[in-house]
């Protein structure tokens, strides 16, 4: 399974991802009805995307009293059912990282997050940077192992 990675260190705050997911979506450039979000810090001139972490104990499913949410088995993704959802409210509140939002569409409130574009992400794509990725799973330990490896050999140099 793919997961989905963000190096903050690597991200320029240019905003691309933002409007690649809306016009995705929505056929228009917002940041508003984005599903990543970019927060910056700009007297450190820090960004770092924001996102829906998928996370495998998913409180926004949990709380979910209509069963609208449900985890997408092949990509991983949380899933709205739009038909099911009674604009309650409780999966924003419950999730950790303040990834669902509340988007007006066609005059009426509906619950946004990111599905990972059935598995090709629009935002990957776009990040010249590459700050975004949606990787293997088991390519993310190598990688974690190969940065430990570099710094312990330039920190015993």
């Known amino acids: 399974m793919n997961i989905y990675m963000i190096d903050p260190n690597k991200c320029t705050g240019c905003h691309l991802c ?8 929505h056929k228009v450039f917002s940041g508003e009805l984005s599903n990543i979000k970019i927060e910056s810090k700009e ?24 069963g609208a949410l ?18 309650c409210k409780a999966c924003v509140i419950s999730c950790p990282f ?3 939002d509340i988007i007006t ?15 090709d992400p629009e935002c990957v794509k776009v990040c010249a940077e590459h700050a975004i990725s949606y990787v293997n ?20 140099k």
Do not use: W
Request: with cysteine; aromatic share 4%.
């Open 70 to 87: 449900l985890k997408n088995e092949e990509t991983g993704a949380v899933e709205v059912d739009r038909n099911k959802c009674i604009g």
């Open 43 to 66: 007297d450190i001139a820090f960004n770092v995307p924001i996102k829906c972490m998928q996370c495998e104990k998913a409180y926004c499913i949990k709380s979910c009293v209509a």
């Open 18 to 25: 933002e409007m690649a997911c809306s016009y995705k979506h």
């Open 105 to 119: 569409k066609d005059k009426q409130q509906q619950i946004t997050l990111c599905n990972l574009c059935d598995g």
């Open 137 to 156: 799973e088991s390519k993310v330990n190598n990688k974690k192992r190969e940065n430990i490896l570099y710094r312990m050999i330039v920190e015993n």
């Open 98 to 100: 303040g990834c669902i």
